[in-house]
């Protein structure tokens, strides 16, 4: 059997490998100086509000299909092969890993030392080495920057090598094409080739951690936001792409604990990063004046275009990329919580835009509903959100982040289940962010000013004591009241004019959801298969 060298060794050896042939090494430095190195190497340029603007060249967004883990002994029966997790062998990686850090010598790379995970019981540490300064800067905003304590007992653990100027050879190096991503778990190691986007780097320890805390810890990850309030309860939001995760988790009456990653203890919530990479497509300071109050210098803007002549960015000009973002500490938001950790969560938000106009505005789900749906991580694009999108479609990821998730769907809404028996104080929360009244085209977008009294209301507990109703379908909880909010639209039926055409899209939409959770029928539990909706009347 081929012997797989683990641990912290060969990393140490690689990197001592690395700083020994590079032209200079330049580690750890401050925002400050790999702003200036970036504008001294002409690799951007700085915008009217002092921050650092670059573009990340052909690809402006991750590359799914070219991202790899290696198949071993440690991966091969634990990681749900497929379409979403691609083998790869050892073989490759050590070639590729090889060829890279042989392409690193006499150049002038930038190396940073930080870790991922807010709880210090959870946290990994991660070197990153990259050969942009710019690209090292997006890791001392997303990653978590270590104390001088911890720098002076820093010990390699995870190595990310990205080197977007090394490209492969797929007929030589057997990938898909020149860029890649590789995860390799038992030598710990991430190898980013080929591509300067950053959210790979970012991605690629997201997933680590969804392999590791369930894996060895029992740790639940999540994509999700969480906030608190000021009596110290926490709130997870999830949500995909245009269902309004952002807008609803952003509130100036509560501390921001993250925006995106975080993992679920036995006793806490903690965020995985040290900063966030928003979206900025048609930013202005009066629609979210958090975000766009943190573009300032240290913060990372990415792809985005500027007024004819101007420094000034023009957040509505798409023409890299509709993926234009920015990445900044996470203190740069004014409520931010420090250290980036609260309690267990007191209520949890599924948001979905359902442009089919069926599901309740706000309904309660029981723990095999609340990892039915996780699994089934629904909301629907509209016409214009995407090329050829001229209907509504309806689109599933399960636990609102299947491509960053190595293990089996059901694995994390087991994980779910478990932490909600063990606290059965969590409520979990569907909230329909789409149309009411009928479909797309017929009925109106759901009030967002209605939306914000339920989600207050659930926060506040004004909703444990009322009148609940099943939906006929879907199963799941209608509250008959809600402070400010009109008792009919807690009722999606009686919101349509003709209630017949409502049923038969109902029927239609429980289909959808039947059908999607096909692929996850052998490996569910007879508790969550329970929780599927009726697909006849």
């Not at 990938?175 to 980013?192: A, E, G, P």
């Not at 979210?288 to 023009?314: M, Q, R, S």
């Not at 379908?473 to 004019?497: A, D």
């Amino acid at each position: 059997m081929e012997r797989i060298e683990t641990g912290n060794n060969i990393i140490e050896r690689s990197i001592n490998q690395i700083q020994s042939q590079a032209q200079k090494v330049y580690w750890n430095l401050t925002n400050d100086e790999l702003a200036q190195q970036t504008l001294d190497l002409n690799q951007g340029k700085l915008n009217d509000l002092g921050a650092l603007c670059v573009e990340t060249g052909k690809f402006t967004g991750r590359s799914p299909k070219d991202k790899f883990i290696v198949k071993d002994s440690l991966t091969s029966d634990t990681i749900d092969w497929g379409e979403v997790n691609i083998a790869i062998s050892n073989d490759i990686f050590e070639n590729l890993f090889q060829k890279m850090t042989s392409f690193l010598a006499q150049k002038d790379i930038w190396a940073r030392k930080c870790y991922a995970g807010a709880d210090p019981q959870y946290k990994i540490n991660v070197t990153v080495i990259n050969t942009r300064p710019w690209a090292n800067l997006f890791c001392n905003n997303l990653f978590i920057t270590p104390t001088s304590d911890e720098l002076a007992t820093f010990e390699h653990e995870w190595l990310i090598l990205q080197v977007p100027e090394f490209e492969a050879n797929p007929e030589i190096d057997g990938t898909r094409s020149s860029n890649f991503t590789i995860v390799n778990f038992t030598k710990k190691v991430i190898l980013i080739g080929g591509s300067a986007y950053t959210g790979e780097m970012k991605k690629g320890i997201f997933s680590v951690l969804n392999f590791i805390l369930p894996h060895q810890y029992g740790v639940l990850p999540m994509h999700c936001s969480a906030n608190e309030g000021k009596d110290g309860d926490v709130s997870l939001f999830f949500g995909l792409s245009g269902t309004g995760k952002t807008t609803l988790s952003a509130d100036a009456n509560r501390a921001l604990i993250g925006d995106d990653e975080h993992g679920w203890t036995d006793n806490s919530v903690f965020n995985f990063e040290g900063g966030c990479y928003a979206k900025v497509v048609d930013l202005s300071a009066e629609k979210e004046p958090e975000i766009y109050g943190a573009i300032k210098p240290g913060a990372l803007l990415e792809n985005v275009n500027f007024f004819a002549g101007t420094n000034i960015v023009d957040f509505t000009n798409t023409t890299l990329t509709e993926n234009t973002r920015v990445a900044y500490p996470i203190d740069y938001i004014p409520n931010a919580k420090q250290p980036s950790l609260g309690a267990i969560p007191k209520n949890i938000f599924f948001l979905t835009c359902d442009a089919f106009g069926i599901l309740p505005p706000i309904s309660k789900l029981t723990k095999e509903q609340a990892m039915y749906h996780f699994i089934s991580g629904y909301t629907a694009k509209v016409a214009g959100t995407e090329v050829g999108i001229t209907e509504p479609q309806t689109t599933f990821s399960a636990c609102f982040g299947r491509v960053f998730l190595p293990l089996h769907p059901t694995q994390y809404a087991e994980l779910l289940g478990k932490k909600l028996e063990q606290h059965p104080e969590v409520n979990v929360w569907l909230i329909n962010t789409g149309w009411t009244g009928g479909k797309y085209g017929e009925g109106k977008r759901m009030n967002l000013k209605y939306t914000r009294a339920m989600i207050n209301a659930a926060m506040r507990g004004d909703l444990d004591h009322v009148e609940y109703v099943p939906h006929v379908i879907f199963g799941v909880l209608k509250p008959q009241s809600c402070p400010g909010v009109p008792p009919e639209v807690l009722n999606p039926r009686t919101t349509w004019l003709d209630t017949e055409a409502y049923d038969k899209q109902a029927l239609a939409l429980a289909n959808l959801f039947v059908n999607n959770f096909k692929q996850y029928e052998d490996q569910a539990s007879k508790e969550i298969r329970s929780a599927a909706p009726k697909t006849s009347l």
